[in-house]
């Protein structure tokens, strides 16, 4: 392993390389091992790229960038199809806030249904006009795959789901307020990522394909496979893109009705990115598919958001166009622990005294997301410094957790 620039370059042995930007931040064996079996497969695109938040996925790398041609692999996308961030400024500074913020966080949490919630028989309009855009292209999709029909898409839509998913309200430098939100595709995502995962692994024993890792299966392009995933995971981030879109509408709409704020607008020139999806792109000389998991896009010049963890400060991202990355950079701070590791390491007086400064919650169902368990985000920020510029940084006043 050698140090280059400001990543470093992992070696697989058979010619393929992975480059990290993981200098000073934890980046473990395991984590190394899972990236440098994803390099060696055969339809890589020069190598794979692997962000500061990296840790160990199923199948593929949490905070990899993945350039292939000829060929997909379903689970490095994973079933989180689309999931993403949203971020809107507003007119309001934080001493217009309450002395009290529980009231505001009660406002969010009743007009964005959490966990495995979803809309009862009262659905709002804003869901029924953003489903609008999409049914016409789930009915075709349901009626080519058995197993992805019935899911409950449209009562899910505008709902926050749960494990990392959050709202916040955050304050930037200038003491302005923002409201954040990070969720994707919910029930229906994950119903197409897991039917198209175990799709890749029927293709992989149909043709007798042997592969290091079950979860590294892949279809090829130009099969019918490829053509059906690339449908429906195109469905799905749009889902998860307007899925955030609704939650912000009720979101704003709460703040604005909550009468204990003065009136404000929100920024039309909303940030937002997909972190979890595949793009058709152009690099080093060739059309490929791009898979960012946990990921963002960062072209030069374009805006981004990398959250930290709860509790902890984010940042609004200018992309600086690293060719070598993908141009991308991370998507958060990336755990250092698994959520199991994190209740068994951490107890709920550590959890509150971490997230003594916000307004959240501070129960047992949410130990596992306790800033401790994640990265430094200022080691991360640093490692992708030839990635992205800080436009703002953000810190929490009040996170609502699915």
Known sequence: MATAYNYKVLNSGNGSIVKAWTVGVPFDEATEAQLQKLAAMPFIHRWVAAMPDAHLGKGATVGSVIATHGAIIPAAVGVDIGCGMMAVQTTLTSSQLPDSLKSLRTKIEEVVPAGRGAWGDNTPKAVKTAWSELAERFTHIEAKHSKIHGDPAMKQLGTLGSGNHFIELCADESERVWVMLHSGSRGVGNRIGSYFIERAKEEMRRYFISL????????????????????????????????????????????????????????????????????????????????????????????????????????????????????????????????????????????????????????EDVIDETPMAYKSIDDVMHAQRDLCEIVHTLRPLICVKG
């Open 212 to 363: 290091p890792d079950a979860d590294l299966a892949y279809l090829v392009e130009g099969t019918q496979g490829f053509d059906d995933y690339v449908e429906a995971i195109t469905w799905a981030q749009d889902y998860a893109r307007l899925n955030r879109d609704v939650m912000m509408e009720h979101i704003l709409a709460a703040l604005a009705s909550s009468g204990e704020l003065p009136p404000f607008q929100a920024r039309t020139e909303a940030v937002a990115c997909h972190h979890n999806y595949v793009s058709r792109e152009h690099h080093y000389g060739k059309d490929v598919m791009v898979t960012r998991k946990g990921a963002v896009r960062a072209a030069k010049g374009e805006l981004g958001i990398v959250p930290g963890s709860m509790g902890a400060k984010s940042f609004i991202v200018r992309g600086l166009g690293h060719p070598e990355s993908f141009e991308s950079c991370s998507h958060g701070a990336g755990r250092k622990m698994s959520r199991g590791e994190a209740k068994r390491t951490y107890t709920l007086a550590d959890h509150a005294k971490a997230t003594a400064h916000v307004e959240c919650r501070k129960d």
